[in-house]
């Protein structure tokens, strides 16, 4: 309960209507005015630790003291754990509208550390000084100021040494992370595996040159047990596994689920008979050790005679997100960009992952084949996609076709004469698919939205 009869002032905002000190999550707060600053509200939930500084400026941290993520009206930082920072901002009427995107480079990354933490440390000093009068404080000041001390105080030491300290640390456990679906860029990554075990996709350079390769049980043991270290109780925030690299999918089932084994010695799952869709977050939020299933992504070419008992023994073991690359529904799309997946194959796929209440994420590569291609694209992607017994808990992506000069896509496609989409093109073949898609009123729509590889970082 806030102390307004003692002490009556204007809460800081946290939307038009409500004061951040009625915002459920936040169990404790604390605001105050700094000396010669702005007012400030403390705000410390289940999951992280807000410092709102006046009603422009919100800087969020782990529980572990990483910066994370810094908003204003206009802009957004979102700093990731290998310390790269993507960068939004809101474009104006005159600029076109619309948000733009783009990843820091890292002196730049480092420069957002610096200029944050000296305001974070006056934050802490306020508070550690009696002289500070408390304006509004959640559940009291005392208790307040007692559970937000430790992981302020981690904050404020969060300088730039400190973060590129916490960047090595990551890169030794991590290396680093290529790529995730949208929806888990807050898992927890686990790498099972490294690289890729095809590599041979023309459009993909993800893990080009990297040696592919399956962890021992040990190994990877060793590896969560460095990772669980390293998040701390930055994972009270992480909702699922990610299990990684790459296609870590295309395992054997017996070493998969050895696999998951190893998982859930350290860590816990839900239990296979709660339905994949039901998992709410009281389950895994604010827990450091819970999670609501392991995610992954998967190929269509692979291991095609696993079967829906195989499927199962995978859900049971605690597999509830897949995510299949289809690319395209035309075959001789597929068969130019070297993916020696075929649309009945990743169809097949979807309906044994569904038939075992397993989430699904198709992803489609929009803009690739070009306009020698777009038609038998947007045709049989739409067929195929509205073949898949996809629902509202499934995802469809749209993920724009990213060509580097000199790789093996540009080679072939200056080679086979194929016309590049313009930005317009590909934003309209999308609408295409969209528009093409019909979906079964009882399962409901999935899910759709863009998959931006290039804006990735974790
Ligand atoms: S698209 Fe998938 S299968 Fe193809 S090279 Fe990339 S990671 Fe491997």
């Not at 994972?235 to 084994?261: C, M, V």
């Amino acid at each position: 309960m806030s102390d307004y009869s003692q002490n009556p002032v204007e809460a800081l905002r946290y939307q038009a209507q409500r004061g951040l000190d009625n915002v459920p999550g936040y169990a404790t707060g604390l605001q105050f005015q700094l000396s010669d600053g702005p007012r400030v509200y403390i705000a410390l939930s289940a999951t992280e630790l807000v410092l709102y500084l006046g009603s422009d400026l919100a800087v969020h941290y782990d529980l572990k003291g990483r910066l994370v993520k810094i908003s204003d009206h206009e802009q957004f930082w979102r700093r990731s754990l290998s310390g790269r920072v993507l960068h939004s901002r809101k474009l104006i009427a005159e600029e076109g509208g619309g948000i733009a995107r783009g990843v820091l480079s890292d002196g730049d990354a480092r420069t957002v550390v610096q200029q944050i933490q000296p305001h974070t440390t006056a934050i802490y000093e306020a508070i550690q000084n009696a002289a500070t009068q408390i304006e509004l404080a959640r559940p009291s000041a005392a208790e307040a100021r007692q559970r937000i001390t430790p992981v302020l105080r981690l904050a404020a030491s969060f300088d730039e040494p400190a973060a590129a300290r916490d960047v090595q640390q990551f890169q030794a456990i991590y290396g680093r992370v290529a790529v995730l679906p949208p929806d888990q860029y807050n898992a927890l990554v686990l790498q099972a595996t490294e690289g890729c075990a095809y590599a041979g996709c023309t459009f993909c350079g993800l893990y080009r040159g990297v040696k592919h390769r399956k962890k021992s049980a040990d190994e990877f043991r060793k590896h969560i047990h460095d990772a669980v270290r390293y998040h701390g109780d930055g994972l009270r925030a992480r909702r699922s596994i990610f299990l990684g690299e790459a296609n870590a999918l295309t395992q054997p089932t017996s070493i998969l689920k050895e696999f998951f084994h190893v998982i859930a010695e350290q860590l816990e799952l839900p239990p296979p008979e709660q339905p994949s869709s039901g998992i709410g977050a009281s389950w895994w939020l604010g827990d450091e050790k819970r999670f609501d299933g392991i995610s992954s992504f998967l190929d269509a070419f692979t291991n095609t005679n696993r079967t829906a008992a195989d499927y199962r023994e995978l859900r049971n073991g605690g597999l509830r997100r897949v995510y299949i690359g289809l690319e395209s529904g035309a075959p001789v799309l597929l068969k130019w960009l070297r993916k020696p997946a075929t649309p009945e194959a990743a169809l097949k796929c979807v309906q044994l992952l569904k038939e075992c209440d397993i989430i699904v994420g198709v992803i489609v590569l929009i803009g690739a084949g070009g306009r020698e291609h777009a038609a038998a694209h947007v045709r049989e992607t739409i067929r195929v996609l509205n073949e898949m017994p996809l629902g509202r808990n499934d995802y469809i992506y749209f993920s724009p076709l990213v060509v580097y000069p000199g790789s093996q896509y540009d080679t072939q496609a200056m080679n086979d004469a194929v016309t590049p989409l313009s930005v317009e093109e590909v934003h309209q073949q999308e609408q295409e698919i969209r528009l093409g898609l019909r979906f079964n009123l009882q399962r409901g729509k999935p899910y759709l939205a863009r998959y931006e590889l290039e804006t990735f970082v974790y």
